[in-house]
């Protein structure tokens, strides 16, 4: 089935510095990917939806200087955490998917900023 | 999107059926209800979906009520690998692009 590889899968990071993380579908092209961030013990909260070739669309309250998202292929979308604080420590997944009702999600990456 | 509600936890014991509840009385016509799940420190996991009819595949059935007002997902035989947070999302089937929505969803927890 389709799959969602998400790099890397924990990452830490001092305060101050940007950290990137990967999302590629493998076996199939994807023009939308959305990112999610998830606190401890809470729900997924949607970050961005990205599309390929254009600007991602950000939700409310949600810092597009500080949250950079790159789609510059149909199976690569790049979430880069600028300036990372420890508020920022969180998980992010992203999701893809294909002409189908059906979202396919990466592993998730653990973010500690310390 | 409609609104969902279920219940914030739920136990099952091993080998049981799992019935995981969800109410979403605003759904309008064209909605689609959807089930995923999350097992701890993992990406959400795609489970089943309907419209109006019940469903079934090789992990779960779907149970939808004539007035589609609610929803019942169905583990036949839980294993403690299914312990995990279910989510519940009712959205427009036809807007295959759109995002989707999560809300607090249902954590099974499957002992012994």
């Known amino acids: 089935g389709a799959v969602v590889s998400q790099h890397p899968s924990w990452v830490i990071c001092k305060s101050g510095t940007s950290v990137k993380i990967e999302c590629r579908s493998l076996d199939f092209q994807a023009t939308t990917m959305f990112w999610y961030r998830q606190f401890p013990k809470q729900s997924l909260m949607l970050m961005a939806t990205s599309n390929e070739g254009s600007k991602a669309t950000y939700e409310q309250g949600v810092e597009k200087d500080k949250f950079l998202i790159n789609h510059a292929s149909l199976t690569l979308s790049t979430l880069t955490v600028t300036s990372a604080h420890p508020e920022d420590s969180s998980f992010y997944i992203c999701?893809?998917?294909?002409?189908?009702?059906?979202?396919?999600f990466g592993a998730g990456t653990r973010l500690s900023v310390l | 999107d409609a609104k969902t509600t279920q219940p914030p936890s739920m136990d099952c014991a091993e080998g049981r059926a799992a019935n995981l509840p969800c109410n979403h009385s605003?759904?309008?016509?064209?909605?689609?209800v959807y089930w995923y799940r999350q097992i701890h420190s993992q990406g959400p996991q795609y489970i089943i979906h309907?419209?109006?009819n019940n469903e079934t595949n090789e992990m779960a059935s779907l149970i939808i009520t004539e007035d589609r007002k609610s929803s019942t997902l169905i583990l036949p035989h839980a294993t403690l690998r299914d312990t995990a947070v279910y989510y519940c999302i009712v959205r427009a089937g036809g807007t295959s692009y759109g995002k989707l929505t999560f809300g607090q969803g249902t954590i099974l927890t499957v002992h012994p």
């Open positions: 999701s893809a998917g294909l002409a189908a009702p059906v979202r396919y």
């Open positions: 309907g419209l109006k």
């Open positions: 605003t759904i309008s016509g064209n909605e689609y």
